[in-house]
């Protein structure tokens, strides 16, 4: 099974009530938002959301007119303590990974920290990873949080 996830980027435009209205449809197809993400610009925005139903919110936003795509990303958990975040940024520079963008979400425990990291090489950013023993969410370990 990949240890990757399927991140959804939606192109809303940058007006009252756009986001809430996608919001609302992707609460209308029983979907549970896991981690959300926004970033604008002065004519548009980009939702990213990690969902428990990647196919049916994809199906549904797209039948609703929607602009979307599904990215690779990679998830990973790490222990609530000062410098956790760094020792990854270390392992992935190390490996000569690009990040170009993260972002993080809350996971199961208050005792980790858990952030969606967009790289250019998601295979050897997750070899990486795995190598000095860091724990990878596979979209399963997210969608069931």
């Excluded at 956790?84 to 190390?94: E, K």
């Excluded at 790289?119 to 969608?143: H, K, P, Y």
Aim: zero cysteines.
């Amino acid at each position: 099974m990949s240890k990757n996830v399927r991140q959804i980027s939606v192109f809303l435009e940058n007006r009252p009530r756009t986001l809430a209205e996608a919001l609302k449809l992707v609460k209308g197809f029983g979907v549970n938002i896991r981690a959300l993400s926004l970033a604008d610009t002065k004519d548009f925005g980009i939702l990213r959301i990690i969902v428990n139903d990647t196919d049916k919110t994809v199906d549904g936003l797209k039948a609703a007119g929607y602009a979307v795509t599904v990215t690779e990303v990679v998830a990973i958990t790490t222990p609530d303590a000062p410098g956790q975040l760094s020792r990854v940024l270390d392992i992935l520079g190390a490996k000569d990974v690009n990040i170009e963008y993260l972002y993080a979400f809350n996971g199961k425990s208050d005792r980790s920290v858990s952030f969606v990291i967009r790289v250019d090489d998601v295979e050897n950013a997750s070899s990486a990873l795995s190598e000095q023993g860091v724990i990878q969410l596979t979209e399963n370990d997210v969608a069931t949080m």
